[in-house]
């Protein structure tokens, strides 16, 4: 696509249930990102895929949390067990990587998360 | 680690106005800095990308620059508009998912 899609946008769950947040990359970018945004606080990494090689998952906050990324495009966050301390705007990034001549990243429009 | 500083940390301007936006880092091994606009609970949308052999960028009333050896690029905004108001990020890129952002500035034009 033209540029990179979050789907849903807005996601209000209850306490305690699982959510999966979507982001579909820009076509041909090998790089994939996921933050999350807390209200009036930065950008905080939470993991990273880049081609077939092992994801950097080094900034995922707990083991409710994990992500994968299907044939090196689409990729889903899951939280389980959601927390109220979990509401955010997760975003999703992708670029074109390519080690010596990187490329800017692109955002998707994020998915505003409300455990309630 | 990469830290990064944007000064000031909340801008307000009567519409019109020139204005110019710092942003500071620590580590000078950079392969680009990008400056991002968000908007209020919205994503980060990309303005200008600097790469580490540029001094600046420009896109219409937008232009960047970027002073490497002294960890230093500023943002540039001519005759802004009520339309301008968002926070602008700084993020300079010292290699694969080494993006680091800065705090950001609040920029508010007044009409």
């Known amino acids: 696509g033209a540029g990179v899609s979050q789907s849903p946008s807005n996601k209000v769950t209850e306490k305690g249930k699982d959510v999966e947040l979507r982001c579909d990359p820009i076509?041909?970018?090998?790089?994939l990102y996921w933050y999350r945004q807390s209200l009036g606080q930065g950008l905080e990494f939470l993991i990273y895929?880049?081609?077939?090689?092992?994801?950097?998952k080094s900034g995922l906050p707990s083991d409710r949390f994990s992500a994968e990324r299907t044939g090196g495009s689409v990729s889903t966050l899951t939280i389980q067990r959601t927390q109220q301390e979990d509401s955010a705007v997760y975003l999703c990034?992708?670029?074109?990587?390519?080690?010596?001549?990187?490329?800017?990243?692109?955002f998707g429009s994020g998915t505003r998360l409300t455990v309630v | 680690k990469q830290e990064v500083t944007q000064i000031p940390a909340a801008l307000s301007v009567p519409e019109g106005e020139n204005l110019v936006l710092n942003c500071s880092f620590t580590?000078?091994?950079?392969?680009?800095l990008q400056w991002f606009r968000q908007d209020p609970g919205k994503g980060l949308t990309s303005l200008l990308l600097?790469?580490?052999?540029?001094r600046e960028q420009t896109s219409g009333r937008l232009n960047a620059s970027l002073d490497k050896s002294s960890g230093r690029s500023t943002l540039y905004i001519a005759a802004s508009q009520p339309g301008d108001s968002a926070t602008y990020l700084c993020?300079?890129?010292?290699?694969?998912?080494?993006?680091?952002f800065g705090t950001g500035t609040r920029l508010t034009v007044i009409p």
């Open positions: 990034a992708s670029s074109l990587w390519t080690g010596l001549n990187p490329y800017g990243y692109t």
């Open positions: 076509s041909g970018h090998t790089a």
């Open positions: 895929f880049q081609g077939n090689s092992a994801p950097d």
């Open positions: 580590d000078s091994a950079i392969y680009n």
């Open positions: 600097i790469q580490s052999s540029q």
């Open positions: 993020a300079p890129e010292t290699g694969a998912n080494n993006l680091f």
